[in-house]
């Protein structure tokens, strides 16, 4: 213990004792302590909320900005290729009507090559002298003694493009149409260009839970043995 200097106090000598440092009450500094913890604590809080809080904004301004794209691009759309308003038909419907915009430019390419070619040149027999033969990258068939047509087949997915080159035959679009439909393969859209005795099919399906053509050579095979069948029918 500490004794400090003798003190009168009303005449009489008394001994201040005061407790060494050691023994001195902690309350004061645990109490100091507590009150850090809880700053700390608070501040960790408040951060978690700002954070929380900036993360539905952005996740908000982002489904804002999404739902804009949407309705432009439902605008830009035909109705009749989105017959509900939820995002799924919205963009799938705006695929179908790209496919169909690509298969119509497609086809008044070869319509303009045709006029071109009809005007600089004599009539030409044959699928290579056409000038449709401009129109295929990577022909799965070429028309031959065992080929009934020109035959080019792409996918993406579940779609596909089936470009066809052949002499016209009776009802053969029709045929050809309802062989693909009983083969699942729906058809989303068709266009057709002709030049004398020639045709140009250009078809875009969708390949349904079901078929047995999964692939571009596959597709092409059976697209090629219902020409063949047809042109038996027809002789």
């Given amino acids: 213990m500490t004794i400090s200097p003798l003190n009168v106090i009303a005449g009489t000598a008394a001994l ?3 407790p ?5 009450p902690a309350s004061t500094t645990t109490n100091n302590r507590r ?4 700053t700390r604590s608070s501040k960790n809080k408040e951060e978690l909320e700002n954070q929380r ?3 539905i904004t952005v996740e ?8 804009e794209y949407l309705s432009v691009l439902k605008s830009l759309t035909p109705s009749s290729y989105v017959q509900r308003g939820d995002q799924a038909s919205i963009i799938g419907g705006a695929i179908d009507f790209v496919k169909e915009l690509e298969q119509q430019l497609h086809s008044m390419e070869a ?3 045709t006029t071109t070619q009809q005007h600089q040149q004599p009539e030409q027999n044959g699928c290579h002298s056409s000038p449709f033969a401009d129109f295929f990258t990577f022909p799965q068939f070429t028309a031959t003694v065992e080929s009934m ?6 996918m993406a ?8 080159l052949s002499k016209k035959r009776p009802r053969q679009l029709l045929k050809l149409v309802a062989r693909l439909q009983d083969l699942r393969l729906t058809i989303l859209h068709l266009n057709v260009t002709t030049m004398n005795e020639m045709g140009l099919y250009s078809i875009s399906v969708r390949v349904e839970e079901g078929c047995h053509f999964n692939t571009v050579d596959e597709i092409a095979a059976a697209v090629n043995q219902m020409l063949g069948r047809i042109q038996e029918a027809v002789f």
Avoid: G, L, Y
């Fill in 16 to 18: 201040i004792i005061f």
């Fill in 20 to 24: 060494p440092s050691s023994e001195r």
């Fill in 35 to 38: 009150k850090r913890r809880r």
């Fill in 53 to 55: 809080m900036t993360h």
């Fill in 60 to 67: 908000r301004n982002r489904r804002n900005q999404m739902n």
């Fill in 111 to 113: 319509h303009k090559r």
């Fill in 149 to 154: 047509a020109e035959i080019e087949v792409t």
């Fill in 157 to 164: 997915e579940t779609h596909a493009n089936v470009k066809i």
